[in-house]
């Protein structure tokens, strides 16, 4: 699986979009974007995936670069309840296989 | 999405004892299911794929048999923690994923060995 990269932490004031960027230069064309978040003392939660096109559910927006190599999580109007840890990972969908976690971004919304 | 439940949420227990953690799917089945540990400020570890009717594949470095898992059916999975000891204290997540979908996971059991 392609490795990513993420800020450390960052930081939202509420009622704000929130736009969380992940590098992923050395994706290969059949490994999917994934976003889960981790909320304290919890399992992470799925939010969302893409191979190539920009993707938009309830939760959040995903923007995949044309050249696939950054991706960008955008939560469109952060809550306090958004405060997480959020992992970009980027594998090939086999569901067979496990999620390989990063120390992912730690989004502290602030009122 | 689909649900995967654990239980229990949390447990303490004493030094020397086995401790059983329980991994549902509740609305789906599930061939395979993973198991992850998280210690404070890390993220989550891989612990051992659980495959049902089979042996689980357990990562370098985690010893089968303290972490005994079984996938007895297509809807549940256990990780037995046998003779505890402190240093096994983390919080203990499981993972199934549907065919043709996403990874979900379980909300997690806190263990605490006292």
């Known amino acids: 699986d392609a490795k990513t990269t993420q800020p450390t932490s960052m930081d939202c004031a509420e009622g704000r979009a929130a736009n969380l960027p992940c590098n992923h230069s050395t994706i290969s064309g059949n490994e999917y974007v994934y976003w889960y978040r981790q909320i304290h003392s919890q399992g992470p939660q799925y939010i969302i995936h893409g191979l190539k096109n920009n993707e938009t559910n309830e939760m959040a927006s995903l923007i995949i670069t044309e050249d696939r190599k950054s991706s960008t999580l955008i939560l469109p109007h952060a809550t306090l309840r958004d405060t997480a840890v959020y992992y970009c990972?980027?594998?090939?969908?086999?569901?067979?296989?496990?999620?390989?976690f990063g120390p992912g971004t730690r989004l502290s919304v602030l009122p | 999405g689909a649900v995967v439940s654990q239980h229990p949420s949390w447990v303490i227990c004493k030094s020397g004892t086995s401790v059983k953690i329980e991994c549902r799917s509740l609305d789906f089945q599930a061939t395979t299911m993973f198991w992850y540990r998280q210690f404070p400020k890390q993220s989550l570890m891989l612990m051992a794929t659980?495959?049902?009717?089979?042996?689980?594949?357990?990562e370098q470095g985690v010893e089968k048999d303290k972490f005994l898992i079984n996938h007895a059916s297509l809807t549940l999975s256990t990780l037995t923690v046998t003779s505890a000891h402190p240093e096994d204290s983390s919080f203990y997540i499981c993972?199934?994923?549907?065919?043709?979908?996403?990874?979900?996971f379980g909300q997690g059991t806190r263990l605490t060995v006292v």
């Open positions: 659980s495959n049902e009717g089979s042996k689980a594949t357990y």
């Open positions: 990972i980027v594998r090939v969908r086999n569901y067979g296989q496990n999620f390989v």
């Open positions: 993972s199934a994923r549907v065919k043709g979908a996403e990874a979900f």
